[in-house]
């Protein structure tokens, strides 16, 4: 009997291994199809990595300029894809929270190379449209994330679920942590109008405002993750149960990579990117607001317009809210004090234009959000705002 036992037993052990084994191997296919054109036509704009990188080797700025935006969008989407994955382990608060931080690599990435060429630059035009961009990338980002991403998110959400509900206490929070950092960007433009020479008093407002603004989104975490999770919580009968389609482990691999290979296309971006400027003749400004955080941003794009078509709307808004109060809360910030450090005259002095046209989107987001509920229409209204404002800063 104690024979035949040990026997059952070591078939069964050679069973579990087997049965773990191709469950390893369909999580490695998977990863692999993750990459595979054939699986996703959205993969066939890889091969613009390896254009932008000969278009760089021969000093093409204009060339190497766009198709390096162009590779950044599959890449993105394999970022979106990697996080969706792991949200299914981690929890929605998690998994966007996760999601709004890799896809922000992008913006981190390009403001920090911007503002060191500008440390590095003893032209002061360079030094001005470095510092320019930046800012109007800090602006854009948070549109583009607030009307663009989450708009199409509604669309397409509204398109496949009549109403979809989420957790309106989670967006309140958000919108009132936006409202914060607006307030952090009003009151260096209000006196910058006030007429007189008051450049060194809006530099150190903007450091002093980065540092507080810094620490509240330390509590803002710590209010998230740790002493208020169940406010996070996505309620209850909210979207379809999924199961992973890879192993974490591929997972992880999937989202470091891509975001690898998303900074370095963002570095041949940045290296062309004032030569490309003056090329293409297009104005720096829409540069900044709309085409770079465009690019940028395309992993909430996807994956927020994904999940809310399989009605998780919880998801969808922690990932374009969630970026937008991290560019506000946690990029901006970090920025103006690195620039301080690299002796760089960064302020949250954004321009007038740039400062109303966020307070207002803050505002009709936070109106269409407070309900609890979506449908396409607002969603509309929402694309409605970024077309505007995109034709406004592209008219200017």
Request: charged share 10%; no cysteine; hydrophobic share 55%.
């Amino acid at each position: 009997r104690l024979q035949l036992s040990m026997g059952d037993s070591a078939t069964s052990n050679e069973a579990t291994k087997d049965e773990l084994s191709q469950q390893a191997e369909v999580a490695f296919d998977n990863l692999l199809d993750s990459f595979n054109p054939m699986k996703n036509k959205l993969n066939w704009l890889l091969l613009a990595a390896p254009v932008a990188l000969y278009m760089n080797h021969q000093h093409n700025v204009a060339l190497a300029f766009i198709f390096s935006m162009v590779a950044i969008m599959p890449l993105a989407f394999l970022m979106g894809k990697a996080t969706e994955e792991i949200a299914l382990r981690t929890g929605e608060a998690i998994g966007g929270l996760l999601n709004a931080t890799f896809g922000n690599a992008v913006e981190m990435i390009i403001a920090g190379l911007a503002l060191y060429a500008a440390s590095k630059s003893t032209n002061q035009a360079t030094i001005e449209t470095m510092i320019e961009v930046t800012q109007a990338s800090f602006i854009g980002s948070i549109l583009g994330n607030l009307l663009l991403v989450l708009g199409l998110a509604m669309v397409w959400g509204g398109v496949n679920h009549k109403i979809q509900h989420f957790n309106k206490d989670a967006g309140q929070m958000n919108g009132s942590l936006l409202l914060l950092a607006i307030l952090a960007l009003i009151i260096p433009s209000a006196v910058g109008l006030m007429g007189i020479d008051t450049g060194d008093a809006i530099r150190d407002i903007s450091r002093f405002a980065a540092i507080i603004i810094l620490i509240i989104y330390g509590l803002a975490l710590l209010f998230q993750l740790k002493t208020h999770v169940d406010v996070f919580a996505a309620e209850a009968g909210h979207g379809t149960h999924e199961h992973p389609t890879m192993s974490i482990k591929d997972a992880w691999i999937l989202l470091i990579l891509s975001t690898a290979f998303v900074g370095w296309m963002a570095h041949i971006l940045v290296h062309n990117l004032e030569g490309a400027v003056h090329d293409l003749g297009v104005p720096e400004l829409f540069v900044g607001v709309i085409l770079l955080p465009f690019f940028g941003n395309a992993a909430e794009h996807f994956a927020a317009v994904i999940v809310a078509g399989k009605d998780k709307m919880d998801l969808a808004i922690a990932i374009a809210i969630g970026s937008s109060v991290q560019i506000a809360l946690f990029v901006a910030p970090v920025m103006v004090l690195l620039a301080w450090f690299l002796s760089v005259d960064l302020t949250l002095e954004f321009g007038v234009l740039e400062t109303a046209a966020t307070f207002i989107s803050v505002l009709v987001a936070n109106s269409i959000l407070s309900d609890g509920k979506t449908n396409w229409l607002e969603g509309a209204m929402l694309l409605a705002s970024y077309i505007i404002l995109g034709a406004a800063f592209f008219l200017i």
